[in-house]
């Protein structure tokens, strides 16, 4: 089956620190990938998101690139704010069958000034 | 504004009771999802609608029973439910579910304890 696998939180920085969150995936054909963020109190929203191979999709500062040499797909920001911290969470939707997103178990973020 | 509410927002139950979710998209989209998130762990689809049909039931308890009256709603009805089922709820929209490229909208979700 689909699967995908994130790095374990939390993430703790200091403000202005390079962020890099991995994810890995498993999936038969060519997914699409996303990222989502999750603010405290509030459901999921897209982050950016890649749908073939070497895209790389981009918003707010972060980007990711859709690696399929070695099916990941690492969030990254250059430097990151106090307002970033949130729950990252890395999902795919498969390439046929049924289109049924999976989610990886989300990385908890914290920014420290 | 995400284009897609539910209420309530918060919500306590006994074990005996019966209670609904509802959400509630205004995106014009075809698909709807329902997701329990429960703390340390991934998180996990419940149902799917697409254009008001069921198609999707991931092995879920019939003591979650959902409804999906128009495309535009979306509720959760629950009845004699188990502490752990104390966890978010989370509700999802896309324009279908025909297509990998689609994104998810969520609602904010409803917490549920069960006491």
């Known amino acids: 089956g689909n699967s995908v696998t994130q790095m374990e939180g939390p993430v703790t920085l200091s403000e202005e620190a390079f962020l890099t969150i991995n994810c890995t995936y498993t999936?038969?054909?060519?997914?699409?990938l996303f990222w989502y963020v999750q603010y405290p109190g509030e459901g999921l929203q897209l982050l950016l998101k890649?749908?073939?191979?070497?895209d790389k999709g981009s918003n707010k500062g972060f980007e990711a690139t859709y690696r399929k040499e070695t099916t990941s797909f690492h969030l990254e920001k250059g430097s990151v704010q106090v307002s970033d911290s949130a729950v990252y969470f890395c999902?795919?939707?498969?390439?046929?069958?049924?289109?049924?997103?999976?989610f990886g178990r989300g990385t908890s973020l914290i920014v420290h000034p | 504004e995400t284009g897609v509410t539910q209420t309530p927002r918060h919500l306590v139950m006994g074990m005996t009771n019966k209670k609904s979710l509802k959400c509630e998209q205004h995106?014009?989209?075809?698909?709807m999802y329902w997701y329990k998130q429960s703390a340390k762990k991934p998180l996990e689809l419940m149902f799917v609608?697409?254009?008001?049909?069921?198609?999707e039931n991931n092995s879920v308890p019939s003591r979650f029973s959902p409804e999906c009256p128009n495309s535009s709603h979306l509720f959760l009805h629950l009845h004699t439910l188990q502490p752990e089922d104390s966890a978010l709820y989370l509700c999802?929209?896309?324009?279908?579910?025909?297509?990998?490229?689609?994104?998810?909208?969520f609602g904010p979700g409803t917490r549920l304890t069960v006491l």
């Open positions: 999802a929209s896309s324009q279908v579910t025909a297509t990998s490229t689609d994104t998810q909208y």
């Open positions: 999936a038969t054909g060519y997914p699409s």
């Open positions: 890649a749908t073939k191979a070497d």
């Open positions: 999902a795919l939707i498969p390439s046929g069958g049924s289109y049924i997103p999976t």
């Open positions: 995106l014009g989209h075809n698909a």
């Open positions: 609608y697409n254009f008001k049909e069921q198609t």
